[in-house]
């Protein structure tokens, strides 16, 4: 099969590799600006994307804009996407067997994107691109470089809205992000319209 973000997307739309398939109402490839160079990966769709299609569009994903937006990002400036792409039940952590199933489908979008950044949303998802070593409490906001790709953990949108006090210490990662993006010289909302570097004051 030819790797374009057409052939990607009608798979993972068609696709039946585990029994994730049984329970959903839409996959979910992911969104967003298909030549960004930043990528966040989340661990699954919950309730509101599964009925959508569309990833990160309810409470959490409401609290990932604003994090986006924090370090002068939106959804046409990076790519979103999920270890897996079928909602597990009642939104319990994908199994080994779902996520080995659907990684291919992550890889293939990750080859298409070829991206400097890649933010690991979650425990999942880091112990998924970092390795099985990761403890997202101990190991978040650290950067890893493999083959010119800068990859960091931070909390899952989600875990914050369950716990606000940790809110602090993902905005230090948000921070580094930003910075990482102004080191690169990646687009951002205020470089597309001519602006200085993001300001430092924002919060999540």
């Known amino acids: ?12 739309l068609a696709c039946r590799r585990c029994g994730l398939c049984q329970g959903r109402q839409n996959a979910v490839p992911g969104m967003g600006n298909q030549q960004a160079k930043i990528l966040f990966v989340g661990e699954g769709p919950g309730a509101q994307e599964d009925a959508q299609g569309l990833p990160f569009v309810g409470p959490a994903g409401q609290l990932l804009d604003k994090m986006l937006a924090a370090i002068d990002l939106d959804r046409q400036h990076c790519y979103i996407a999920n270890v897996v792409k079928c909602r597990p039940p009642r939104n319990r952590v994908p199994l080994p067997e779902e996520a080995q199933a659907c990684l291919p489908f992550l890889r293939a979008q990750t080859a298409l994107l070829r991206p400097k950044i890649i933010v690991a949303l979650g425990s999942t998802a880091a112990k998924q691109i970092l390795g099985e070593q990761i403890r997202i409490t101990r190991d978040r906001g650290i950067w890893h470089e493999r083959k010119g790709c800068f990859l960091i953990a931070t909390y899952h949108p989600s875990y914050l809205l369950r716990d606000p006090a940790q809110k602090k210490d993902a905005w230090e990662d948000f921070k580094k992000i930003r910075d990482k993006i102004a080191e690169l010289g990646l687009p951002t909302i205020k470089t597309d319209c001519g602006s200085e570097s993001p300001k430092q004051g924002n919060t999540l």
């Open 1 to 12: 099969m030819e790797l374009t973000w057409e052939n990607v997307i009608n798979e993972v």
